[in-house]
């Protein structure tokens, strides 16, 4: 077999014996050595990466300067040394997080590069199973100033998942400066006009900022004016045909401000100012036009709503029904049977009465209320 297939096939086999990946590194290393050639080039990079990307933390952290060694130091090997570099960054101190945070923020980047190494940071978390403290928590924050989406999506997940930041922790960096900068990123985001997850996965991670240590109002209003910039254009957008790439970027789009809404509007604004957006943005198009996932995005919108603002009830039937195809029908009424069950009411069974409900959503509505 190829030695660019054997190397990492054994160093995965060696699973976590640290005895044995002591010992392939010692003979990798003699044969690294004497070796050259293309042919060995390609296998010292396979087998790094395997390295790099399965063996134990603590092999990794043994052995950190010699596998550093090994790899040598070229642009084409960035992504490889990204890896390592990421999974030890919370190792082995400040000068190891100075390298990563430069990999990751600095301006012409690569963003694959850049992607990796917070990839494998935030997955170190898991894997050390720590708590992120304050002075961690806010050098991730300090890493959501990369340019790249991707490197900036997965330094958010981290910083939302309750199982690797405390509330406490959270509470602590976003009432010290942390939510406006989170805030600030999203604007960057949705500034740069590309339809990606960054904003959507930033508006969840103020809302759960605002659960922890509520944000002021003035924060949560430019919150949802920014991602309602994007929304108000889907009516636009969703005049002419769209192929799936177009839908997709509309759903996302949608999607994002539905967040906004359901997550953090309700619980830090008025019903003024919630029920104002939805006005402004529903209107004028169909779901259908879009994709089903838009669709489920309005049923969630619309129970959520509803089960905060009673009087949102009378808008749904008498102004945004008449005029709405399909899928919004059919997301006014599934929303109002599913509220229903928790505050009684008749509205549902009224819509599925009215002459203008389609039959297959007539029946979908009684099948709900009697079930």
């Known amino acids: 077999m190829e030695p660019r297939k054997v190397w990492p096939a054994v160093i995965q086999l060696a699973g976590a014996d640290l ?16 070796r050259d050639g293309n042919a060995w080039k390609i296998a010292r990079n396979s087998a790094l990466k395997t390295w790099f990307d399965t063996a ?3 092999f990794l952290q043994q052995h950190a300067l010699a596998l550093h060694a090994l790899l040598p130091a070229a642009a084409k090997n960035a992504r490889i040394r990204a890896t390592l570099d990421g999974r030890l960054a919370l190792l082995l101190g400040d000068e190891a997080r100075k390298s990563l945070g430069r990999t990751v923020v600095r301006p012409g980047s690569d963003p694959l590069t850049a992607s990796e190494a917070t990839r494998s940071l935030c997955r170190s978390v898991a894997e050390l199973d ?8 806010n050098w991730f924050l300090d890493l959501l100033a990369t340019p790249h989406s991707g490197a900036a999506t997965e330094i958010t997940r981290a910083l939302s998942d309750e199982a690797q930041l405390s509330d406490a922790v959270l509470a602590s960096v976003a009432s010290s400066g942390g939510a406006i900068l989170v805030r600030q ?14 904003p959507a996965t930033l508006v969840a991670l103020l809302a759960r900022m605002n659960r922890v240590a509520p944000l002021p109002q003035d924060e949560s209003r430019r919150v949802l004016d920014v991602v309602m910039g994007p929304a108000l254009r889907i009516s636009e957008r ?5 192929d799936q790439t177009a839908q997709n ?20 604004l008025s019903a003024t100012d919630v029920v104002a957006s939805v006005h402004l943005v529903l209107p004028g198009w169909d779901p259908r036009q879009i994709g089903n996932r838009v669709e489920r995005d309005m ?12 009087e949102f009830a009378n808008w749904l039937v008498t102004d945004l029904w008449p005029a709405a195809g399909p899928g919004t029908k059919w997301a006014i009424a599934e ?20 002459p203008d409900c389609p039959p297959a959503l007539a029946r979908r509505i009684r099948h709900l209320l009697r079930h």
């Open 249 to 268: 970027e509309l759903a996302t789009d949608f999607g994002c401000w539905v967040t906004a809404v359901s997550q953090l509007a309700l619980f830090s």
């Open 185 to 198: 990123r999203l604007e960057q985001a949705v500034s740069v006009g590309r339809s990606t997850d960054l």
């Open 299 to 310: 049923i969630t919108l619309l129970i959520a709503v509803l089960h905060h603002h009673q």
């Open 19 to 34: 005895d044995i990946h002591d010992a392939l590194l010692e003979r990798f290393t003699r044969l690294d050595q004497v």
């Open 130 to 137: 720590i708590v992120l403290g304050v002075a961690e928590a």
């Open 335 to 354: 929303a109002f049977a599913v509220h229903e069950r928790r505050r009684p009411g008749h509205r549902a069974l009224t819509l599925a009465q009215s």
């Open 56 to 58: 134990p933390l603590e």
């Open 238 to 242: 969703a005049a002419v045909p769209l």
